[in-house]
């Protein structure tokens, strides 16, 4: 059973701009100052473990809290990025059904920019909070340290890398999408087949070359689909109504983790063989029975030394492969690969990122360039003898 805990006089750690979110697993202070006899879900989770710099956060303690009367729902810290915000942002928000009416509102954590006074939540986010029947006028944004009268913090229902509960599979159900949505039209061109493209992030963290295969995708009746040019009821609805779906690997597969059951045939395009790749079996494993994964891209490497700069990194992968896989499990006739080429579009895709991404002035250039260059050539080489 999902848990949820009542706390009086409850002490709240907003985000600041140098910890939490953005900075790193060991770098979290935000949430609600617990005992030792209150649960570790008072902070932010992640694949059942509690994220919380127990010195940093008690450093944030000093100054004199604000003081918010009457009884609130917390949600937790808001992550600004859409994927992490429905895997991180939203899943405490099922108990706002249950307690509401008892609530004033809900209090969210955001991050604010350096010399940010005010947050102002993205359309996205009203969208999917309202999902679960919250309103704007229903959110209160916590932004320094904040001594609430009472408090109730629900378990979240699910955590980035882990599976969600039956409960809450239950409780996704219980929204209904599908009727909710009934009336939303779908996009001019759509049909049941769907390539889920990242197109327009090529030099964010792509695989190099893949315009070629949409292209010819397109010409099986593939709807391409960009989803960030669409509301959220609009995606959800292109998902319910597919049968089949190709996504590249992306933050647009979070969006998934609202629904309770996934009936098309999904197929996720891996573009970087880690940990954060694979959490996407945690998304689909329980909702999508006909879910399968291509894994055979090689990511290039990083053209910067930066933090977390290897998750925009470019990927490639034998585009050839790729499309006899669709072939052999159904995603598309044989004439896919009748004269399909993808070479010349994924060496421009190279040389583009290579052009657009690089920062001659950051430190240790010269040799991320060499490297990316150096690894590029092995690649196309391996290719060639095949």
């Given amino acids: 059973m999902i848990d949820v805990s009542t706390k009086k006089s409850a002490l709240v750690v907003p985000q600041t701009f140098a910890n939490d979110f953005g900075k790193g697993g060991l770098n979290f202070a935000h949430g609600v100052v617990r005992s030792e006899s209150d649960p570790v879900y008072f902070s932010h989770m992640r694949k059942g473990k509690p994220l919380l710099n127990v010195a940093l956060q008690a450093s944030l303690l000093g100054a004199e809290p604000a003081k918010l009367a009457g009884k609130w729902l917390y949600l937790g810290g808001v992550y600004n990025h859409f994927g992490h915000f429905v895997a991180e942002s939203i899943h405490r928000a099922w108990a706002w059904r249950q307690y509401g009416q008892d609530c004033c509102g809900v209090l969210l954590l955001p991050k604010l920019k350096r010399f940010q006074t005010r947050y102002r939540i993205p359309d996205y986010a009203k969208d999917l909070l309202g999902l679960f029947g919250l309103e704007e006028r229903h959110l209160h944004f916590v932004t320094e340290l904040t001594e609430v009268e009472e408090l109730l913090i629900p378990e979240p229902g699910s955590q980035l890398f882990l599976p969600p509960s039956e409960e809450y599979i239950r409780f996704l159900a219980s929204l209904d999408l599908p009727r909710h949505l009934a009336a939303q039209p779908l996009p001019e061109g759509f049909t049941p087949k769907v390539m889920v493209s990242r197109q327009h992030y090529r030099l964010y963290g792509a695989i190099a070359g893949l315009g070629a295969l949409e292209q010819r995708l397109a010409q099986e009746g593939y709807f391409i689909f960009c989803p960030e040019q669409y509301p959220v009821a609009t995606q959800l609805k292109v998902y319910l109504q597919a049968e089949r779906l190709i996504f590249e690997e992306g933050s647009a597969l979070h969006l998934l983790e609202l629904l309770a059951e996934i009936k098309a045939e999904v197929l996720v395009i891996e573009r970087r063989l880690n940990a954060k790749a694979s959490s996407f079996d945690s998304v689909l494993a329980m909702r999508a029975p006909h879910y399968r994964k291509y894994s055979q891209a090689v990511a290039l490497p990083s053209l910067s030394t930066a933090k977390f700069a290897g998750a925009n990194t470019l990927s490639v992968l034998d585009l050839t492969a790729l499309a006899e896989f669709l072939v ?23 040389l583009d990122y290579l052009l657009v991404r690089s920062n001659p002035p950051a430190p240790g250039f010269d040799g991320c360039v060499l490297g990316y260059l150096q690894r590029v050539q092995e690649i196309f080489k391996n290719l060639a003898e095949k």
């Fill in 328 to 350: 052999q499990h159904g995603f598309a006739s044989p004439a896919l690969l009748q004269g399909f080429t993808w070479q010349p579009q994924a060496k421009n895709d190279v």
